[in-house]
Structure formats: structure tokens, C-alpha cells
């Protein structure tokens, strides 16, 4: 039979004696907290980069964490790893409270083994992880890693297995923050992919499959560690991320609002900060009446509109780099937290493309699951058009904006503030989708499509049989009628698509009203073992 492996102890610690024992328990603690080296935590700082100990520190509020498994150890002895055992094995792992509300979190140490994943280390990642969602609070893992340590083989990839299993059952059940503040290679960036929200640092994060020198090898392409998987790239082209902050510090901030707005778990209220509303027109509400611009062609700034209607006029933006056709994030009415989903007039005129309807889709799936009401405003001239779009599937992809608003049980308001064309009409809230109110503003153009693509269809063959000199004077006469006839909200109205016609300067009376009256909403929907969203 082997004898456990003694570890060092002090000589002039007594292990037999009460006092010796806490003593070496003290000992213990402080090998533990110190588990890098002086030497490759002063590197971390030099990068501008915090310790896992201290990202938690900034992150969870004063005094309240409880560590884990802080005397976890691995068990490899290959490559020289049996004369390398320090206490953590590279993750720090606990729970706490931020504003007062339990979290779960997981903070990578790259001053240990570069951050890289083991068994033990995996283990302590899944156990956290488990703890979180059986007590129903929100998980943060702060990913800072080399990725899997090569000398455990295929342990290592085997709990990046058990952590991306439980990524999945945790999910729409907790929510799940993801913090990327170093290095994230390899199969490990598949977690945060899972989460509910990315934030990654300026210069500092990196998330990728393969690195610049495999793709080099491999495609020939030369690329930098920024380029291919910085911070912008995946704020601004893939769309992985959902905040680029300038800084740790910023990220950690972020993180902290973003949980104001989500509850602890599917079965809880978002928090609230229960306030009424008082009702009465303000002069901030009467700038509504003149926003929209008398031409249809003419932009204006949808974020105007949201701020308007939100407590205090604070929106707090998700993903504001990616698909900035689509604005998506979170505010408060009342107090209590709403999810927003508004198009953009300032880019692409508003139109959606397949990153604004995954963007949007997203994040209605994500409000839905944690009992957050979506409040969507509408100006919207229709998918826009090209080969490039239809090629890497705008339908399939655009159909899941559609099936996010129609599977989505939580209060929908909809607002439409000018153009509502085409399909875009039905897949932005539509009633036809489920939403509860359906409100337009007199400014509203709700039709198939414009109107010069409408006569161009309708009359072509009247503004040919025009003489020349007449055929521009017929087609300006025919669009005219065209807009007096269907572009407008009130044809919906009748037919009870629309539920109101109202004032711009009303809308958030209105949205006040509706969000009360919608506070008891129950709707079920057939039992079934899940869909089937087109991905």
C-alpha cells in the first residue's frame, strides 16, 4: 500500500498539537492564495492584466466570497507534473454576492500552469458550476487560460465535455456570464459561445479555434492574434461577443449592471426597483411628436425613441458594434427590467439583414427565458436584398427572428414608428407572431412594400401606355394614391392588427399601461420535448 505524499511543513509546526494544526491550516491558506509565483504575477500585472484572485475581489462585493476546493490537487505525474502541485491547480472557484445577490463564479489563473485546463481543475469548474444551478443563482467564469494542459491528455478534453454539457443544461435555467480577459484557444471557447452574454477586454482578450500559426501553416494566410480574434473582431464582425470594454475594471462594471437586469434564475422576477410612473405629457415626451422626418428616406435616431420611454432615459446596450441595424438591450419602466429590440434608421435605413435577425433573435430568446418583457420598436423597409444575403441563408436565418417572437410567453409590446414592410412587418413583433399590444404612431407605413415598388408593379403597364413627356407626372400620381391608400397604420387598425393609433408623445403612457396590465400574463405552449429553431 503507498503512504500519502507529507506535504512541507514548517519545522517549527507542530501537527500534533491543536495550535500546530491551525497553524498549518493557516500555512495551507496562504500557499494556496499564493499559488503563482511573485515572478508570473508580476508578469500578469505588467500586461496589464488582474490575478483571478483579484478580478473576483473587484467583482463580488466586499467580504463575501467562500472558496471552493481551494486545496484541490492534481493527480498527473507525467511530464515532471508529480514535482509540480500547487494548491487551486490553477482555477479559483466559489460563490458570493454581488449587490446583495448570490452568484457563482469560476476565475481562471494564468500565474499557474498558463491558466491550462486539467482534470482537477475541470472538476472544480463543473462543481461550481453544479452548485449554481442547484441553489438557482447565475454563474460567471472569467476565462483567462492557454487552453487544455497538454500532459493530462485526454482528461483535460474530457471536462471540457462535462463543462460544455453543463453550459447546456444550464441554460435559460441560470444565466451564465462569460468574462474572456486573456487567452481563450481551442475547444475551450465553446463555453462562453453557450453562455448567455461574452464580455471581452481591448488588446487584452483573444478567442479562437486554431491560432495565427496553424492558420498560417495550414491556409498560408498571415494574421495577428488581434485581428483574428481580438476583442473588435468578435464585437464588431462575428458577433461572439457583447461588450468591448476598455479595460478589466469596465468589464467587471459591466457584468455588474447586466445582472441588475436579469433575475436568478427561470423560476424568479427579474429584480425591481418599483417606482409609479407618473402619467401626465412632459415637454421630453412632446419632442416624439416631431422626430420622425416628413420624408420617408430621411433617418433618424431610433435610440431617441427608447430613451424616451425608459426610466430616466438609461438604455443599456448589448452587442452595440455588431448588426448596428438592430439595437438590443436592457432598460426599465417602472422600476422593473424590459428587454429592447428596435431597428435602426441611421444604418442599412433599418433593413434586417442575417446578423440583426440572429442578433435579435438571441436576445428575445434570452428575455423570454428569464422573464424579461420585450418592448420592440419597428421601422423597418424589409430583409435586405442581395446575392451575398441569400447565399449564406437569410432565409433560414431570418426565420429564427420568427420563431423567437413566437415562441417568446413573456409580455411583447410593439411599437411602429414609421415603415413596417413586407415580411419584416410580420417577423418584428407582429401580432400575427403573439405579441400582446400592438401600438403605431400616425407616422406608420405599414404595407407589402413601398410605394414606387408597388406602382412600378401595379401600374407598369399604365406608365408605359403614358406618352413620354407624361410618364414621370403619371407615376408621381400613382404613388401618391398608393400612399393615401395603404401607407398608413389605419388599414391594420380595422382589422385589429394594430390596437392603437397613438400619439408619439403617448407612447410611454401607453407602454406604462400595458406592461401593468400584461404584469399577470400566463400562456403555455404545447407540451413538447423542444422545437426544432432553424440553426
Known amino acids: 500500500m503507498s503512504v500519502p505524499e507529507e506535504p512541507n511543513v514548517s519545522s517549527a509546526i507542530d501537527i500534533h498539537t491543536t495550535a500546530g494544526k491551525l497553524a498549518d491550516l493557516q500555512r495551507r491558506i496562504d500557499e494556496a492564495t499564493h499559488a503563482g509565483s511573485a515572478r508570473a504575477v508580476e508578469k500578469q500585472h505588467a500586461k496589464g492584466k488582474l490575478t483571478a484572485r483579484e478580478r473576483i475581489e473587484l467583482l463580488l462585493d466586499d467580504g463575501s466570497f467562500v472558496e471552493l476546493d481551494e486545496f484541490a490537487r492534481h493527480r498527473s505525474t507525467a511530464f515532471g507534473l508529480q514535482d ?196 401626465a405629457r412632459t415637454t421630453e415626451d412632446d419632442e416624439l411628436d416631431t422626430l420622425v422626418p416628413d420624408s420617408a428616406n430621411q433617418p433618424y435616431d431610433m435610440h431617441t425613441v427608447i430613451e424616451h420611454v425608459l426610466d430616466d432615459m438609461e438604455f443599456f446596450e448589448t452587442q452595440p458594434l455588431f448588426a448596428p441595424n438592430i439595437l438590443t438591450g436592457f432598460g426599465r419602466v417602472e422600476g422593473r427590467p424590459v428587454g429592447i429590440v428596435a431597428n435602426q434608421p441611421m444604418q442599412f435605413a433599418g433593413c434586417l439583414d442575417i446578423d440583426a435577425s440572429e442578433k435579435a433573435a438571441r436576445f428575445v430568446r434570452t428575455c423570454d427565458a428569464f422573464n424579461v418583457p420585450v418592448l420592440t420598436f419597428v421601422d423597418v423597409p424589409g430583409f435586405l436584398p442581395g446575392v451575398d444575403q441569400e447565399h449564406t441563408g437569410i432565409i433560414r436565418r431570418g426565420a429564427k427572428l420568427i420563431y423567437a417572437y413566437a415562441e417568446a410567453t413573456v409580455p411583447l409590446i410593439t411599437v411602429i414608428t414609421r415603415k413596417a414592410f413586407g415580411g419584416a412587418y410580420d417577423v418584428m413583433g407582429s401580432k400575427h407572431l403573439g405579441a400582446d399590444l400592438n401600438l403605431a404612431w400616425p407616422t406608420s407605413q405599414i404595407a407589402v412594400m413601398g410605394a414606387q415598388g408597388a406602382v412600378n408593379i401595379l401600374h407598369r403597364r399604365t406608365i408605359a401606355a403614358a406618352p413620354e413627356t407624361e410618364q414621370e407626372a403619371t407615376r408621381t400620381r400613382l404613388i401618391q394614391e398608393y400612399e393615401d391608400t395603404l401607407l398608413n397604420p389605419y388599414t391594420a387598425a380595422e382589422r385589429g392588427y394594430i390596437d392603437a393609433v397613438i400619439m408619439p408623445s403617448d407612447t410611454r403612457a401607453h407602454i406604462v399601461r400595458g406592461l401593468r396590465q400584461l404584469r399577470t400574463k400566463r400562456e403555455s405552449l404545447p407540451p413538447k420535448k423542444h422545437g426544432n429553431i432553424p440553426l
Request: hydrophobic share 35%; with cysteine.
Open 84 to 279: 509540480n502541485k500547487p494548491y487551486g491547480d490553477g482555477v479559483v472557484t466559489g460563490y458570493g454576492t454581488v449587490e446583495g445577490r448570490p452568484v457563482a463564479v469560476f476565475s481562471q489563473d494564468f500565474t499557474v500552469f498558463g491558466g491550462a485546463l486539467g482534470e482537477v481543475y475541470g472538476q472544480k469548474i463543473i462543481k461550481v458550476m453544479d452548485f449554481a444551478l442547484k441553489t438557482g443563482c447565475p454563474v460567471i467564469g472569467i476565462n483567462d487560460s492557454g487552453g487544455a494542459r497538454i500532459q493530462e491528455g485526454v482528461m483535460a478534453l474530457g471536462m471540457y465535455g462535462e463543462i460544455f454539457r453543463r453550459n447546456t443544461h444550464a441554460s435559460g435555467v441560470i444565466p451564465q456570464i462569460s468574462l474572456v480577459v486573456g487567452p481563450c484557444a481551442g475547444g475551450a471557447v465553446y463555453s462562453p459561445a453557450i453562455t448567455d452574454f461574452t464580455i471581452m477586454v481591448d488588446q487584452t482578450s483573444h478567442m479562437f479555434i486554431t491560432g495565427p500559426d496553424v492558420i498560417k501553416t495550414v491556409t498560408g494566410e498571415d494574421v495577428g492574434f488581434e485581428e483574428l480574434g481580438g476583442a473588435r473582431t468578435h464585437n464588431t464582425s462575428s458577433g461572439v461577443a457583447h461588450h468591448m470594454a476598455g479595460d478589466e475594471k469596465d468589464a467587471i462594471e459591466y457584468v455588474k449592471t447586466l445582472l441588475s437586469y436579469l433575475p436568478s434564475n427561470n423560476l424568479s422576477e427579474p429584480p425591481a426597483f418599483p417606482e409609479e410612473a407618473d402619467l
